[in-house]
């Protein structure tokens, strides 16, 4: 009877256990697989993939083209500060006054 005994102990011993934390990992494992999968194949999920792509390229073009335009009055103004003009006074005897320089020129910092 002692041998019966030890072994049904051995033979239990041999299958593997598996502990509750690992059944619960396991657990939200394979519901995570299976929310996985449907989302793949989930026609609203889908769409609304779809939708947030679109809404994406449209503020990317968005900030493109402010990047542009602000590249391009960057370059103007760069154009502009290259320039010193000079103010004529064509009514009192055509001598020429001090050079007017642009604002952005006057305000800019000094190194």
């Known amino acids: 009877?002692?041998?019966?005994?030890?072994?049904?102990?051995?033979?239990?011993?041999?299958k593997?256990?598996?502990?509750k934390k690992d059944l619960a990992k396991k657990i939200r494992r394979e519901a995570y697989l299976?929310?996985?999968e449907f989302k793949k194949t989930d026609p609203r999920e889908l769409a609304r993939k779809a939708l947030a792509k679109e809404q994406?390229?449209?503020?990317?073009?968005?900030?493109?083209?402010?990047?542009?335009?602000?590249?391009?009055?960057?370059k103007a103004k760069a154009d502009l500060s290259d320039k010193?003009?000079?103010?004529v006074d064509l009514e009192s005897d055509e001598r020429?006054?001090?050079?007017?320089?642009?604002?952005n020129i006057r305000r800019q910092k000094r190194p």
């Open 56 to 74: 994406r390229k449209a503020v990317y073009q968005k900030a493109k083209e402010r990047n542009q335009a602000f590249k391009k009055s960057k």
């Open 1 to 14: 009877m002692q041998k019966e005994y030890d072994s049904e102990e051995e033979s239990s011993e041999k």
């Open 96 to 103: 020429p006054l001090a050079p007017v320089i642009p604002i």
């Open 16 to 19: 593997p256990t598996i502990s």
């Open 84 to 87: 010193v003009v000079l103010a």
């Open 34 to 36: 299976r929310a996985k």
